[in-house]
């Protein structure tokens, strides 16, 4: 048995060594070990993010947790999206010199982003722009207030956080990791950092 055994083992090797001498090493050679006498091949693997299974109260506290997962899941992409925008436009605004330009250059970005995204932004719910308010904080370093104020207008900032709070949220939420456990956690097992 143990005979049987130690054949399968080298005929997984042989296939596993033959694997690696398939692929294109771009002149690399792969990093060995030595144990004894013996010389074994080794390659890095990916890290892999291992979650314990979560434990629940009550069934009501497991159900507020799977809507909130489903809230994220639907907003996220939205906040990475705002995050990767605002860098660009950060970054663009950085090569511009004159201010009526950055201005031409605001507008227009800011009309594009509009026929993008503004029809499937009106379908949210208010936990879901409540949400989306939080992960763009959680994105760019800003609350939403600030990022209107610094790229429309401070009473385009004030009248939008006003028309936030008649759905029951503050556009001027920053985020806290410590504050929003579940949403870090949600959003890191998304990224698959944590």
């Not at 890290?47 to 994220?72: H, P, T």
């Amino acid at each position: 048995m143990k005979r049987i055994a130690f054949l399968l083992f080298l005929a997984g090797m042989q296939q596993f060594l033959f694997a690696q001498s398939s692929l294109p090493n771009d002149g690399m050679l792969l990093p060995l070990i030595v144990v004894g006498n013996d010389t074994f091949p080794t390659c890095t693997l990916q890290e892999v993010v291992v979650v314990s299974r979560r434990e629940f109260k009550d069934q009501l506290e497991q159900y507020r947790y799977n809507q909130l997962r489903q809230n994220i899941i639907t907003v996220y992409p939205y906040a990475k999206e705002a995050g990767k925008i605002f860098s660009e436009i950060n970054e663009q605004l950085s090569t511009i010199d004159k201010k009526h330009q950055q201005k031409k250059y605001i507008k227009e970005r800011e009309a594009e982003l509009d026929m993008l995204y503004e029809n499937s932004l009106k379908n949210l719910t208010v936990t879901q722009g409540d949400l989306l308010v939080k992960l763009i904080a959680r994105e760019t370093g800003m609350s939403v207030y600030d990022l209107i104020s610094e790229f429309k207008n401070p009473f385009s900032a004030f009248y939008w956080n006003k028309i936030s709070a008649f759905y029951g949220y503050s556009l001027k939420q920053d985020y806290d990791p410590q504050q929003e456990r579940d949403i870090e956690m949600i959003v890191r097992s998304l990224d698959g950092t944590l």
